[in-house]
């Protein structure tokens, strides 16, 4: 018998082929695992599905911890040149500073006179909106310019 379409010949290829790449796909993330978890498509698939489902596991782990330490590092930091973590950050949000908790973690350690200065603008932004100035800071810092000294 004599097909003239091409509708019944890429039929039986499909089938295999999709099987073959689904096992390939299998197989590469597979690719480091010891013995025969590696090169049994069952034992392979078994394991890749568990290794899939510890890593989610994990990323929500760490992000959460590398939350925690931002915070640490920017606290420690900003209680070193006087003024506590929150009040920091949201004295930085009030001066319309956008940087973000890695961005500040990073600067902590990395660039310490210019945290330095962010920590100095925020006492500042502290000091115009508190009523009880003189607790908080006596005079201005030097070399600061905020809208209000314009």
Same mark, same amino acid.
């Given at each position: ?5 091409? %509708?019944?010949? !890429?039929? &039986?290829?499909? #089938? !295999? #082929?999709?099987?073959? $790449?689904? =096992? ?10 010891? !013995?025969?978890?590696?090169? /049994? *498509?069952? %034992? ?21 911890? @590398?939350?925690? +330490? $931002? ?13 506590? *973590?929150?009040? *920091?950050?949201?004295? %930085?949000?009030? /001066?319309?500073?956008? @940087?973000?908790?890695?961005? %500040? ?11 330095? !200065? +962010? ?13 009880? &100035?003189?607790?908080? +800071? ?6 600061? *310019?905020? =809208?209000?000294?314009?």
């Amino acid at each position: 018998m004599v097909f003239l379409t091409a %509708l019944n010949l !890429g039929q &039986k290829v499909k #089938s !295999g #082929s999709r099987k073959f $790449w689904k =096992r390939q796909r299998i197989f590469q993330l597979s690719a480091n695992f010891y !013995g025969r978890r590696r090169n /049994c *498509f069952r %034992l392979a698939l078994r394991s890749v599905e568990k290794a899939l489902t510890h890593s989610q596991a994990g990323r929500r782990t760490k992000r959460n911890e @590398l939350s925690q +330490l $931002w915070m640490g590092r920017i606290g420690a930091a900003s209680l070193e040149h006087g003024i506590p *973590f929150e009040p *920091f950050y949201i004295s %930085l949000n009030k /001066c319309k500073v956008a @940087l973000d908790r890695h961005i %500040l973690a990073d600067i902590t350690y990395t660039e310490p006179r210019t945290f330095k !200065g +962010l920590a100095t603008l925020a006492r500042f932004q502290r000091y115009v909106d508190t009523a009880d &100035k003189r607790s908080i +800071l006596e005079m201005p810092p030097e070399g600061v *310019f905020t =809208r209000g000294m314009l």
